[in-house]
């Protein structure tokens, strides 16, 4: 799996290796781009802010200028205000699926799913719209700043992953990711790892097998 990525002999048994090695398959391979948890990472909401700006300015300029001809200066705020609330309230993956609706009649998708055939370069154009992005190291708890997640991958600036990696080559597996999500990733209070708010799925992960919960 490792063989595509030159590394050095002497830190190839590095977990960091693994995950940079992941990243640039999906960054090289999947049309991913890489974002800072550092710069670009919202903890107290779990979103990267602004991609998902970008994503619906540039896929919804009209619904947006309405936004903002109503909202004026607050008009990210009260989209993000009104997408914490339908986090809380119904899925994850359903407020992907459904968009979300603002006052006056303004609605926004969130997600262009793949249309069934290419009949309809609309659809076709819109799908490619979509923003998929990855991070690093993701420090996500704002009560305990050391904790962090391997990787975070995201659509439109919302979490849909989060994965746990192990290097064989250190003496560690897959058990010992889903072992660190047990005991060290408890998702009280943690929007991004609470169950239906936060990332759909949870990965734990070696170079032989992969693990998988919807539910911490």
């Keep these: 799996i490792m063989k595509d990525t030159a590394q050095n002999i002497s830190n190839i048994h590095l977990e960091s290796v693994f995950e940079k090695h992941i990243i640039q398959c999906l960054v090289n391979y999947q049309g ?25 300015k540039t896929t919804q300029p009209d619904a947006w200028k309405s936004m903002e001809n109503y909202y004026s200066s607050s008009a990210e705020s009260e989209l993000f205000k009104r997408l914490e609330q339908a986090l809380c309230s119904q899925p994850i993956h359903k407020v992907l699926r459904t968009g979300l609706k603002l006052v006056p009649n303004i609605h926004f998708s969130l997600c262009y799913f793949k249309p069934a055939s ?48 192990k290097n064989n080559l250190t003496g560690q597996n897959v058990k010992h990711a889903v072992r ?37």
Excluded: W
Aim: with cysteine.
């Design 32 to 56: 991913y781009i890489e974002r800072s948890c550092l710069s670009n990472y919202n903890v107290d909401q779990a979103l990267d802010k602004e991609i998902l700006i970008k994503f619906l």
């Design 118 to 165: 290419n009949l309809n370069p609309d659809l076709l154009h819109l799908y490619k719209e979509n923003i998929l992005s990855v991070m690093r190291q993701v420090t996500y708890s704002s009560r305990n700043k050391k904790n962090a997640i391997d990787i975070v991958t995201f659509v439109n600036g919302i979490p849909v992953t989060t994965i746990e990696v």
């Design 180 to 216: 660190q999500y047990r005991k060290d990733r408890s998702p009280a209070g943690e929007p991004l790892l609470t169950f239906k708010r936060g990332a759909i799925v949870h990965f734990a992960m070696d170079q032989n097998l992969v693990y998988m919960t919807t539910r911490l």
